[in-house]
């Protein structure tokens, strides 16, 4: 059988650790292309000033103009050409990372996350827009990321809805990795680069992968509230520390390699319904997981536990959590629908999948969710 393992070459995570970029910037050359936002930028520019002081090395600032599209990517590889620039480095938050990724093509990356809200930045691959936001498409790298830094200081200072929606992504892990290796499902870790199909790449999880999406789990558990209450206040603690890896190393280790299922397809379905779009992704993931452990008969014990975690960190766990409270019967098929086109995730379970299932699903977790939330019990 043909299994797949990926990951990035280098992971470092600690306090102020920008400011041994230049560090890892002499490791490719003199100069390093920052792909940044205005924003972010004015938050970490001391300590980029710093860096190229102690490492005798210079970084062009390249400002992001917002949007992850086929024009910015190629306006920044221009920029990247024309100052004759050694590495690529993206600082800041989902968009500004995936544009890093398309400009250096899987070559002399550096991705620092000032964020934890998903655990997209050790993965190989980035989601392309339109100019007018529209999705394009997914590209996949040939490599993960050379290194992933992460400045923990500079995650405390962000506000905590992201921590949290970086949870909500990360609770998915464990139980889409366990269907996908049920279901003898493919990971993306398999794919080469170039957009191709799951079907033109089979490969299928290592041991290696479930083991890690399982700790992504466990750590959630044991250290999920006291990380958020650390971030509320802004400090860095053991307990943030370990959900900043949870979050971003285990959880991206484990979606890639061990495999996404129904959580990740409900989120792509609620992508059609206005109602919820100002949620974070890691928020409708949260409540995907719920209806994916309802619609696969998941042990009570099991759907409390997660309910206890979602309802003790503040994940949603209804529709009105998501923001989707009026959605009516046929908007709800039509999420549905889309959850289950032939390419989604959704079908890797163990067992066939169709809209109605789903539906039903979301219908009775949104109930589940009710119940528990005021009588402490699942019905
Ligand atoms: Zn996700």
């Not at 041994?20 to 938050?43: A, H, M, P, R, S």
């Not at 590889?77 to 968009?95: F, L, Y």
């Not at 307990?239 to 061990?258: D, M, Q, V, W, Y």
């Not at 009516?328 to 109605?356: G, Q, R, W």
Request: aromatic fraction near 8%; hydrophobic fraction near 40%.
């Amino acid at each position: 059988m043909r299994k797949a393992f990926i990951c990035p070459t280098k992971y470092v995570q600690g306090e102020d650790e920008l400011l041994n970029l230049g560090y890892f910037v002499t490791t490719f050359g003199k100069k390093g292309l920052v792909i940044i936002d205005q924003e972010v930028y004015d938050i970490v520019k001391p300590k980029l000033e710093q860096t190229k002081k102690n490492f005798d090395i210079d970084l062009y600032i390249g400002i992001f103009n917002g949007e992850c599209s086929r024009e910015e990517i190629a306006r920044l590889k221009k920029v990247s050409a024309d100052e004759s620039c050694d590495c690529t480095i993206g600082i800041g938050g989902g968009k500004t990372l995936d544009t890093a990724k398309c400009v250096a093509e899987g070559e002399a990356l550096i991705i620092c996350p000032t964020i934890a809200a998903t655990d997209a930045p050790t993965s190989h691959s980035a989601v392309v827009y339109h100019e007018d936001g529209t999705f394009d498409d997914y590209f996949y790298f040939k490599q993960s990321p050379s290194v992933i830094l992460i400045d923990t200081t500079t995650i405390a200072g962000a506000p905590v809805r992201f921590l949290v929606s970086g949870m909500g992504d990360a609770l998915a892990t464990y139980f889409e990795a366990r269907n996908t290796f049920r279901a003898n499902a493919n990971v993306n870790a398999g794919l080469p680069c170039g957009y191709l199909t799951k079907q033109t790449a089979p490969a299928k999880s290592t041991l290696s992968a479930q083991v890690l999406a399982h700790a992504c789990y466990r750590n959630l558990l044991e250290y999920g509230e006291q990380a958020r209450d650390a971030n509320a206040r802004h400090v860095v603690t053991p307990a943030l520390e370990a959900i900043i890896e949870t979050n971003i190393l285990l959880s991206g280790l484990g979606f890639e390699s061990g495999g996404l299922s129904a959580a990740h397809a409900i989120y792509d379905g609620f992508t059609i319904y206005k109602g919820s779009k100002h949620m974070y992704h890691g928020e409708e993931v949260a409540f995907g997981t719920l209806a994916m452990l309802v619609m696969q008969g998941a042990e009570q014990s099991e759907i409390k536990e997660v309910l206890d975690f979602c309802l003790a960190v503040g994940l949603p766990v209804t529709l009105a959590d998501i923001g989707a409270e009026s959605i009516t019967d046929d908007e709800l098929l039509a999420v549905a629908e889309k959850a289950c086109i032939p390419e989604e995730s959704v079908h890797s379970i163990p067992f066939a999948v169709d809209p109605l299932m789903v539906k039903n699903a979301i219908i009775a977790a949104d109930e589940i969710g009710k119940n528990y939330r005021e009588h402490g019990r699942l019905a």
